[in-house]
């Protein structure tokens, strides 16, 4: 991370707008190995606002990479995004890892109230 790859890795992607290479940046940010590329390339995909995406990218085993994609999503108010934050809230409801305070917290913001499990989420979204 301190050799200035991601940065320089970002910067590329969002200097070169030909389609196919944008869906490229696409399949990168979603399953490259490296955890450094998926983080910067959903940063990359959250500026262009390329929510599909970002949804699918709450999803990542990393947990600061499906931070970005989430908190992204929030940011920008995605009312597609809060069905797959219920969703995946209620997959992590018992261990309450990985992004569930991530989820909860971003639920609370989009829709207006903060609550405690992802069935009052689900609940006040239905």
């Known amino acids: ?10 910067e590329c992607a969002a200097t070169m707008a ?6 490229e940046v ?16 959903l940063g990359h995909c959250g500026a262009r606002s390329d929510w599909p995406t970002l949804i699918e990218g709450i999803e990542d085993k990393d947990e600061e990479a499906a931070a970005i994609a989430a908190n992204a999503l929030v940011a920008a108010k995605v009312e597609a995004a809060v069905e797959p934050l219920i969703a995946l809230m209620e997959k992590l ?11 909860r917290n971003g639920l609370g ?3 207006g109230q903060r609550l405690e499990t992802a069935l009052e989420y689900r609940s006040a979204w239905e």
Do not use: F, H, M
């Open 1 to 10: 991370e301190g050799t200035g790859l991601p940065a320089a890795l970002r």
């Open 18 to 23: 030909d389609p196919k290479v944008q869906e």
């Open 26 to 41: 696409k399949k990168a940010a979603l399953r490259s190995s490296s955890v450094i590329v998926r983080r910067e390339l």
């Open 93 to 103: 409801e018992k261990s309450r890892g990985g992004i569930w305070d991530v989820c």
């Open 109 to 111: 913001r989009l829709l």
